[in-house]
């Protein structure tokens, strides 16, 4: 079965500290990877793919097959960082959402 | 240009009722995407449809639920008999060409409040 798991559901860091959001998946396959944001009232949006090896917003995210993990990481988290984060596999499974708060 | 639109943004209906909720995707996107959010939780996956057919509808608790999509645009899930536990945030998305590594766009959602 295919299955995303966030182990966090909130996480609250201090501006400037770095931030960790974690995402570990089950797939025996060779996995496609996406964080989802979601900003207060805005609707859920991409935030970066493992395929495109990109860093958007100071964001980045390593594919580890081993541990079969997709952890998102940012060296300095902002204000405006604060939103729900979705860890996604192969289109369709999401998983339950780590709400990250990022404190003054 | 226009993003993924979602009408109503919001229903409240009785138990019993039938209701349908709509999607208008990304111009010229060729896959539609609908899941269903419960408080506090992720999206779920209910069905995706490449162009006018079901891709696969492997999401779809039961039989109560259905969607289509005519004309290969917009898309119509259809919930027949609601019940309290279809009360949710129903999300509609589209990717380009729909492959697994496509970018998902997604609508505001409509909140279905069944009483």
């Known amino acids: 079965a295919q299955r995303v798991t966030q182990p966090e559901k909130l996480l609250s860091v201090f501006k400037g500290a770095p931030v960790e959001l974690k995402c570990n998946y089950s797939y025996s396959g060779s996995p496609e990877l996406f964080w989802y944001v979601q900003y207060s009232r805005q609707r859920l949006q991409l935030l970066l793919r493992?395929?495109s090896r990109e860093s958007i917003k100071g964001f980045t995210a390593d594919l580890n097959k081993g541990e079969t993990s997709f952890h998102l990481k940012k060296p300095f988290a902002q204000e405006e960082d604060s939103a729900m984060y979705y860890c996604?596999?192969?289109?369709?499974?999401f998983g339950t959402g780590t709400s990250l708060t990022v404190i003054p | 240009g226009a993003g993924v639109s979602q009408t109503p943004s919001n229903k409240v209906t009785e138990k019993g009722k039938y209701v349908e909720l709509r999607c208008d995707p990304i111009?010229?996107?060729?896959?539609l995407y609908w899941y269903r959010q419960s408080l506090g939780q992720g999206p779920e996956f209910l069905i995706y449809f490449q162009g006018t057919g079901a891709a696969d509808d492997s999401g779809l608790p039961n039989d109560r639920f259905f969607a289509v999509r005519p004309e290969g645009s917009v898309s119509t899930l259809k919930i027949q008999r609601t019940e309290r536990g279809d009360s949710a945030v129903y999300l509609c998305?589209?990717?380009?060409?729909?492959?697994?590594?496509?970018?998902?766009?997604f609508g505001p959602g409509t909140r279905l409040t069944v009483l």
């Open positions: 493992h395929i």
């Open positions: 996604a596999l192969n289109q369709f499974y």
């Open positions: 998305a589209s990717s380009e060409l729909g492959y697994r590594a496509d970018t998902q766009y």
């Open positions: 111009s010229g996107h060729t896959a």
